[in-house]
């Protein structure tokens, strides 16, 4: 209100604005006219992070040893 200015948004022709507004004040000018600044969106946070799943463990049971009776290689003191 102390500076007398006027900040006008939407979709409306700005000279209609100033020839209206001259009838009631004889000084109107108008000072820029562009788009509206359109609020930001809100900033997403960055995911959080979750470990990966434990690698599973295989383990890789291996036959027992052939005895000494089966095994032609093998030397048996008694």
């Not at 979709?11 to 820029?32: H, Y």
């Not at 809100?42 to 959080?48: A, L, Q, S, V, Y």
């Amino acid at each position: 209100m102390k500076e007398r200015k006027l900040t006008v948004t939407g979709d409306i022709d700005p000279v209609n604005v100033v020839s209206k507004l001259r009838k009631s004040f004889r000084r109107t000018e108008i000072v820029t006219v562009g788009p509206a600044t359109e609020p930001k969106p809100p900033e997403k946070k960055p995911n959080e992070y979750y470990p990966p799943p434990p690698m599973t463990t295989y383990y890789y049971a291996r036959p027992p040893p052939p005895s000494a009776e089966e095994d032609p290689n093998s030397c048996v003191i008694s």
